[in-house]
Every structure is written in structure tokens, then in C-alpha cells.
């Protein structure tokens, strides 16, 4: 979950602004609490094991959350 | 106590440079390196470190090189992956491994086991079968440069790839079957040819440090930070990636100090015993994995030294620094 809420963080560091993020409940929940998005912009995971980002022109990325 | 697997034994390629300062150059050149016929004293390679180097390019542009090992050693088709491009996000982005973010231009790594034929570099795939780790920036982009010095040492299941910008700026990478478990559990422990496969890297915008084998979250360990030094490997049998690295630095750094040391005073090659992460820098110490297999610390040694008994190598010196001592690690040469 660390893992997770850094690269979110070093996306938005990169320069691209978030539109929306597909990942598991407890890392959405870790990610409006580190203030990084709101509630609106967590959606449910498409797999368990990564996050996707997709951001406002469309662009979509993803990563392999490690445990 | 697990059987033990094979050791393993590095032949020293002969050192390539880019050609020029884009990521197809710096990919270009690790490519050659590998993939030459010879080794760095012009006798050719072993077969048994014969492994498969294929230049994956779009346009006749470099943008990956899948590494397989030998396939007579039985293994569950690893294949470990250096890709990069320039404008990392066109046409598709590839996956990475958190906490990492695909950035144009930037050397990554990455493994995928159990792989079939070649799909694509970026695919959530890129074997097209089995279990991708995802790619961790392996060096950092300001290497891309033709002064860069490449130098690769290729064993039977690993790869280590030194990237040598100035005597003492560099990047490592270090990725393959990595890991020898504690016991013979191929189910829970390891996978099924007794490995644990992964990868260790110096990170996508930091030079190995100088004080690496005293520093805690240092190379071989894991910090949490993006972009940084890193090591993960597959939790046996899944695609579930873990966070780990070594369990141990030392106390005051490499040098002559008696932890490197035997009675008569010679460096002992120090095994690297690796632990998952849980969640701080430099915090192996969650679960035990193995021990890192081919890689042993010593003390202070100038990089590019060797060890020999006659004219036959026995050891490889690999150290931050080209022209002077400096924290070290030593790789067992093919004799």
C-alpha cells in the first residue's frame, strides 16, 4: 500500500494531473487519506494486485503494487 | 538448510559505450555488450553461459532486450527485460512496479517468468504467458551519454550490469534467479526450479552511494521512495511482487575494518542474506527469502580489479570508483 500511495504521489510529481485511479478499496482509502485524491476520483480495482491511473487528457498507466 | 543450486560464475564482457545520448544508444550498447562473442580478454564465452539476447526494435529503434538464460538449465523460463523510449507514454505506457513511474528516456528492468514468445516491451505482458514484475527504473538517465562506460557480467542465471558514468557516478542493475531459499519448499518458498526470481537496481535518479555497504536502505536493500534504489522479487508460484533486500550493512563501511575480514585479513566475500520489506527504508525485516546468489561484499577495492591464478580469473571487483578503493563486491569468474 506504501508502494501504491508513492507512485501516485511521484505521478503527480512527473507532471500529469489524475483524473482517476482503479485500485483496491484499502489503497483508495490510503490515497484520499494522504490527501493525494478525493473520494470521487477512486474507483473500483480492475485486479487486485495493480493500480490504474488514468489521467484528465486520457492517458492511461499502470503499476504492479508489490507487497 | 536448502540443497544448493548451482553457483554461479561471471564471465566479464568486454565494455561498450552509447553511440550517442538517446535511450536507444544506452540500450544499443547494453545489447552489444551481452551479446558479443567474446569476452572482455577476447576469448570466447562459454556455453554455459550461453544465454539468448534478442534486440527488440520498432522502426529499427531499440526499445528492449529480452534475456534468456541457457535453456538447458531447466528453469521456468525467465526472462529478464531492459527496455526503455523516449516518449515512454506513446503509443501505450508500460507497467511498472509501484513505486516507480514510466518516465521518457529512462533504463528500465524488469522480469517476466514462465514467458512465452514476445509480445511487446510495454504490454502487461511482454512474454505474452506467465507473470510480468513489472520494470523498476533500473539507472538513471543521465548515463545516457557516450562517455558512459557499460560493463556486464553474465553468470548461468544472472545478469549484473555496470554502468560506469564518471570513476565514481555510477549505476548497477542486478536481475535474474536471484535467490536461493532457506529450505526446499518449491512450493511456498521457491518456485519450482528451487529459485526466487527478481531484480536489484540502483535507481532511476540516484548513483550507487559511495557508502553503500554501511548505508541501511542503500544498494541491494529497498527504499520506498520513487525513482530510487530498489529490490523486489516474486513471491514463489504467483505474480505477487514483494519488496525486500539485504538484512545487514555494516557498521563503519568498507575498508579494513575486521567485518570484512578474516585472521589473515582477507576479504571473506560476505553473503547478502534477503529479507521482504515492510514498508521503510532499509526494513528487510520481514520474512526471510534466501540469500543473494553470485554477489559478495568485500571491503575497499577499485572497480575493474581482478583476482587471478596464473592467467585464469578467479574473481571480478566491481566498486563505485574506476581510479580509486571504494566499497565493493566481488563476482566469481569462470575458470
Same mark, same amino acid.
Given at each position: 500500500?506504501?508502494?501504491?500511495?508513492?507512485?501516485v504521489?511521484?505521478?503527480? &510529481?512527473?507532471?500529469?494531473?489524475?483524473? +482517476?485511479?482503479?485500485v483496491? #478499496?484499502?489503497?483508495?482509502?490510503?490515497?484520499?487519506? @494522504?490527501?493525494?485524491?478525493?473520494?470521487?476520483q477512486v474507483?473500483p &480495482?480492475?485486479?487486485?494486485?495493480?493500480? +490504474?491511473?488514468?489521467?484528465? #487528457?486520457a492517458v492511461?498507466w499502470d503499476a504492479?503494487? @508489490?507487497? | 538448510?536448502a540443497?544448493?543450486v548451482?553457483?554461479?560464475?561471471?564471465?566479464?564482457?568486454?565494455?561498450?559505450?552509447?553511440?550517442?545520448?538517446?535511450?536507444?544508444?544506452?540500450l544499443?550498447?547494453?545489447?552489444n555488450?551481452?551479446?558479443?562473442?567474446?569476452?572482455?580478454?577476447?576469448?570466447?564465452?562459454?556455453?554455459?553461459?550461453?544465454w539468448?539476447f534478442?534486440?527488440?526494435?520498432?522502426?529499427s529503434?531499440t526499445?528492449?532486450?529480452?534475456?534468456?538464460?541457457?535453456?538447458?538449465?531447466g528453469?521456468?523460463?525467465?526472462?529478464?527485460?531492459?527496455?526503455?523510449?523516449?516518449?515512454?507514454?506513446?503509443?501505450t505506457?508500460?507497467?511498472?512496479?509501484?513505486p516507480?513511474?514510466?518516465?521518457?528516456?529512462?533504463?528500465?528492468?524488469?522480469?517476466?517468468k514462465?514467458?512465452g514468445?514476445y509480445n511487446s516491451?510495454?504490454?502487461?505482458?511482454p512474454?505474452?504467458?506467465?507473470?510480468f514484475s513489472?520494470?523498476?527504473r533500473?539507472?538513471?538517465?543521465?548515463?545516457?551519454?557516450?562517455?558512459?562506460?557499460i560493463r556486464?557480467?553474465?553468470?548461468?542465471?544472472?545478469?549484473?550490469?555496470?554502468?560506469?558514468?564518471?570513476?565514481?557516478?555510477q549505476?548497477?542493475?542486478y536481475?535474474?534467479?536471484?535467490?536461493?531459499?532457506?529450505?526446499?519448499?518449491?512450493?511456498?518458498?521457491?518456485?519450482?526450479?528451487?529459485?526466487?526470481?527478481?531484480?536489484t537496481?540502483?535507481g532511476?535518479?540516484?548513483?550507487v552511494?559511495?557508502?553503500?555497504l554501511?548505508?541501511?536502505?542503500?544498494?541491494?536493500?529497498?527504499t520506498?521512495?520513487?525513482?530510487t534504489?530498489?529490490s523486489?522479487?516474486?513471491?514463489p508460484n504467483?505474480?505477487t511482487?514483494?519488496a525486500c533486500?539485504t538484512?545487514?550493512v555494516?557498521s563503519?563501511?568498507?575498508?579494513?575494518?575486521?567485518?570484512?575480514?578474516?585472521?589473515s585479513?582477507?576479504?571473506?566475500?560476505d553473503?547478502?542474506?534477503f529479507g521482504?520489506?515492510?514498508?521503510?527504508t532499509?526494513?528487510?525485516?520481514?520474512?526471510?527469502l534466501g540469500?543473494?546468489?553470485?554477489v559478495?561484499?568485500?571491503?575497499?577495492?577499485?572497480?575493474?580489479?581482478y583476482l587471478?591464478s596464473?592467467?585464469?580469473d578467479l574473481?571480478?571487483y566491481?566498486?563505485l570508483?574506476t581510479?580509486?578503493?571504494?566499497?565493493?563486491?566481488m563476482?566469481?569468474?569462470?575458470?
Amino acid at each position: 500500500m506504501t508502494a501504491a500511495v508513492e507512485w501516485v504521489q511521484a505521478m503527480q &510529481a512527473d507532471g500529469w494531473t489524475v483524473d +482517476y485511479v482503479e485500485v483496491p #478499496d484499502v489503497v483508495g482509502a490510503a490515497l484520499v487519506e @494522504a490527501g493525494l485524491l478525493t473520494p470521487e476520483q477512486v474507483r473500483p &480495482a480492475r485486479e487486485s494486485d495493480r493500480i +490504474y491511473l488514468t489521467t484528465t #487528457d486520457a492517458v492511461e498507466w499502470d503499476a504492479i503494487i @508489490a507487497q | 538448510m536448502a540443497f544448493p543450486v548451482p553457483a554461479l560464475t561471471f564471465v566479464r564482457c568486454a565494455d561498450t559505450s552509447p553511440s550517442g545520448t538517446a535511450i536507444e544508444n544506452f540500450l544499443d550498447a547494453i545489447y552489444n555488450a551481452l551479446s558479443a562473442a567474446n569476452d572482455y580478454r577476447g576469448t570466447a564465452k562459454p556455453a554455459t553461459h550461453a544465454w539468448t539476447f534478442t534486440r527488440r526494435q520498432v522502426l529499427s529503434v531499440t526499445n528492449a532486450i529480452t534475456c534468456e538464460p541457457p535453456a538447458a538449465l531447466g528453469l521456468i523460463s525467465p526472462v529478464v527485460i531492459i527496455a526503455g523510449r523516449t516518449l515512454v507514454g506513446t503509443p501505450t505506457s508500460p507497467t511498472m512496479l509501484a513505486p516507480d513511474t514510466a518516465f521518457n528516456s529512462v533504463c528500465n528492468i524488469g522480469i517476466n517468468k514462465n514467458g512465452g514468445v514476445y509480445n511487446s516491451w510495454d504490454a502487461a505482458l511482454p512474454m505474452t504467458s506467465g507473470q510480468f514484475s513489472g520494470y523498476y527504473r533500473g539507472v538513471y538517465s543521465a548515463l545516457n551519454a557516450t562517455a558512459t562506460i557499460i560493463r556486464c557480467f553474465v553468470s548461468q542465471e544472472t545478469l549484473f550490469i555496470q554502468c560506469i558514468g564518471s570513476a565514481a557516478v555510477q549505476g548497477w542493475m542486478y536481475a535474474g534467479a536471484l535467490l536461493q531459499s532457506y529450505t526446499n519448499d518449491t512450493s511456498l518458498c521457491s518456485e519450482t526450479d528451487n529459485r526466487i526470481y527478481g531484480m536489484t537496481v540502483s535507481g532511476g535518479t540516484s548513483s550507487v552511494p559511495a557508502t553503500w555497504l554501511a548505508t541501511t536502505g542503500s544498494m541491494f536493500s529497498h527504499t520506498i521512495t520513487a525513482s530510487t534504489n530498489h529490490s523486489a522479487v516474486f513471491q514463489p508460484n504467483t505474480s505477487t511482487v514483494w519488496a525486500c533486500g539485504t538484512r545487514t550493512v555494516y557498521s563503519t563501511g568498507g575498508g579494513t575494518i575486521p567485518e570484512t575480514q578474516d585472521s589473515s585479513g582477507a576479504y571473506i566475500g560476505d553473503i547478502m542474506d534477503f529479507g521482504r520489506n515492510i514498508g521503510t527504508t532499509g526494513a528487510n525485516t520481514g520474512t526471510r527469502l534466501g540469500t543473494l546468489r553470485g554477489v559478495y561484499r568485500v571491503g575497499n577495492v577499485i572497480s575493474g580489479r581482478y583476482l587471478r591464478s596464473g592467467a585464469t580469473d578467479l574473481y571480478h571487483y566491481v566498486s563505485l570508483d574506476t581510479s580509486a578503493v571504494a566499497n565493493a563486491l566481488m563476482l566469481p569468474a569462470v575458470s
